[in-house]
C-alpha cells in the first residue's frame, strides 16, 4: 500500500513538472502567436500622397519646358546643362538640409542610414546619372512627342518590378485597369501620329527613351525602400552629390565643358531648371510614403494634361476633345489605383511559416494540459 501510494505521488509530481514546463511554453508561443484582435490603426493620409504628386509634375513642367527652351536657344548642350543643373540641384538641396531645423538635428543619425544603406543608394545614383543622361540626349535626336509616349512606360515597369520581380506590392486586376485607363488617357492627349520611328537616329532616341522610363522606374522602388529612413531630400541630394562627378566627366568627354553661353539670361533659365528638377523629384520621392510606387508611376500621365492647361491660360490655345477625354482617363485611372487597397507583403524576419507552426505546437500543448488535468481530477482507490 504504502510504495503504491509513493508511485501515484511520483506520477503527479511528474504531471506538475510536464504542466510547468508546457506553461512556460505556452507563454513563449502566445508571445508569437498571430494577435486577431482587431486594433484600430491610423494608415498614412494618401491625399497628401496625391497633392504632392501634383506638386512634382507641376514642378516637372517647369523645369522640362525652361530645358526644351534653353537647348533650342542654343544656349547649352545637353551634356553641360546637365552638370549646371546638378549644380544648382546639390546648393538647393544642401541649403534645404540646412534651414529645417528637423533635419539639421538630425544629419548625422542621416548619413548614417545612408551608409547602412549603400547597396540601395549606389544604384539609385547611378539611375539619376543614367536617366538625366538619357532624357537630355534623346531630346537632341527625337521630338517631345516620342519622349512623352515612351516615358508612360515607366508605370508598367514598376507594375511588373513592384508585383512579380521584388514582390513588395500586390498585383490585382483593378490596379491594372487603372494603369491602363490613365496610359492610354495621357496617350490620347499626346496624339502620338506624331511619332518618328523611320530611321536609325529616331531608333536610338526612342530606345534611350525607354531606357529612361525603366531607369525611372528604379529610382522609384528604391526610394519606396530608403524613404522610410532617409527624408527625401536628403536622398536626392545624395544621389545627385555621388552622380555629379560622372555628368562633368561625360561633358568633359563630350567637349562641352567650355561651350557654355553664360549670359544672364541663360544662367538664369539653368537655375531655374535646376530648382524645378529638384523640386519635381524631391515632391514624387516624399509621396512614396503616402501612396505605392505604380501611382508616382502613372502621375507621369498627368504632364501632358498640366502642359495643354498651361497652353491654353498663357498661350490661348483652346483644349480639344482629345484633352478633355484625355483628362478624363487620366482622372478615372488615377483615382482607380488609389481607390484599390494596396497590400504590402510583409517580409518580417523569421516568420516564415512561423505561424503555423506555432499553432500546432499550441494545439499539442493544450492536449497535453487536458490529460494532466484529467490525471490528477482521477480519485486514487487505496485498498
Not at 75 to 87: K, S
Not at 173 to 184: D, I, L, Q
Not at 276 to 294: G, R
Not at 312 to 337: H, P, Q
Request: aromatic share 8%.
Amino acid at each position: 500500500r504504502t510504495a503504491d501510494l509513493d508511485a501515484h505521488d511520483d506520477r503527479n509530481e511528474g504531471l506538475r513538472r510536464i504542466d510547468s514546463k508546457n506553461f512556460k511554453a505556452l507563454g513563449l508561443l502566445e508571445a508569437n502567436k498571430p494577435n486577431t484582435t482587431k486594433t484600430t490603426t491610423t494608415s498614412p493620409p494618401v491625399y497628401w500622397g496625391v497633392l504632392l504628386l501634383l506638386l512634382s509634375k507641376l514642378s516637372g513642367c517647369g523645369h522640362i519646358v525652361t530645358t526644351r527652351l534653353l537647348l533650342r536657344l542654343g544656349y547649352f548642350t545637353p551634356a553641360n546643362l546637365a552638370v549646371l543643373r546638378n549644380v544648382v540641384t546639390v546648393f538647393f538641396l544642401g541649403a534645404l538640409l540646412l534651414l529645417k531645423s528637423d533635419l539639421r538635428k538630425n544629419l548625422k543619425h542621416i548619413a548614417g542610414e545612408v551608409r547602412s544603406n549603400w547597396r540601395s543608394v549606389v544604384p539609385g545614383a547611378a539611375g539619376t546619372f543614367v536617366l538625366q543622361t538619357l532624357v537630355m540626349q534623346s531630346l537632341d535626336l527625337i521630338p517631345a512627342t516620342n519622349l512623352a509616349v515612351l516615358s508612360l512606360l515607366s508605370p508598367p515597369f514598376l507594375f511588373v518590378i513592384a508585383g512579380f520581380i521584388l514582390k513588395t506590392e500586390r498585383p490585382t486586376w483593378v490596379r491594372f485597369a487603372g494603369m491602363v485607363a490613365a496610359v492610354a488617357g495621357a496617350v490620347v492627349i499626346i496624339d502620338p501620329t506624331g511619332f518618328e520611328a523611320g530611321d536609325a537616329k529616331a531608333t536610338v532616341g526612342n530606345l534611350l527613351c525607354a531606357g529612361m522610363a525603366l531607369c525611372y522606374a528604379i529610382i522609384v522602388t528604391v526610394q519606396k525602400h530608403l524613404v522610410a529612413s532617409v527624408p527625401a531630400a536628403a536622398l536626392q541630394f545624395t544621389f545627385t552629390a555621388y552622380a555629379f562627378p560622372f555628368f562633368v566627366l561625360l561633358a568633359a568627354c563630350f567637349g562641352d565643358l567650355g561651350s557654355m553661353a553664360l549670359t544672364a539670361e541663360s544662367a538664369g533659365g539653368a537655375a531655374i531648371v535646376g530648382v524645378f528638377a529638384s523640386l519635381d523629384y524631391y515632391f514624387a520621392f516624399a509621396s512614396l510614403k503616402y501612396v505605392s510606387t505604380l501611382l508616382v508611376g502613372l502621375s507621369n500621365s498627368l504632364l501632358p494634361l498640366f502642359v495643354g492647361i498651361a497652353t491654353y491660360f498663357v498661350n490661348g490655345e483652346r483644349l480639344s476633345w482629345k484633352d478633355l477625354v484625355g483628362a478624363a482617363l487620366i482622372l478615372a485611372g488615377m483615382v482607380t489605383v488609389i481607390a484599390a487597397k494596396t497590400e504590402q507583403v510583409e517580409r518580417a524576419a523569421g516568420r516564415g511559416g512561423g505561424d503555423d507552426a506555432d499553432g500546432k505546437a499550441l494545439l499539442e500543448l493544450d492536449e497535453l494540459d487536458r490529460v494532466s488535468r484529467e490525471s490528477r481530477a482521477i480519485p486514487t482507490e487505496v485498498p
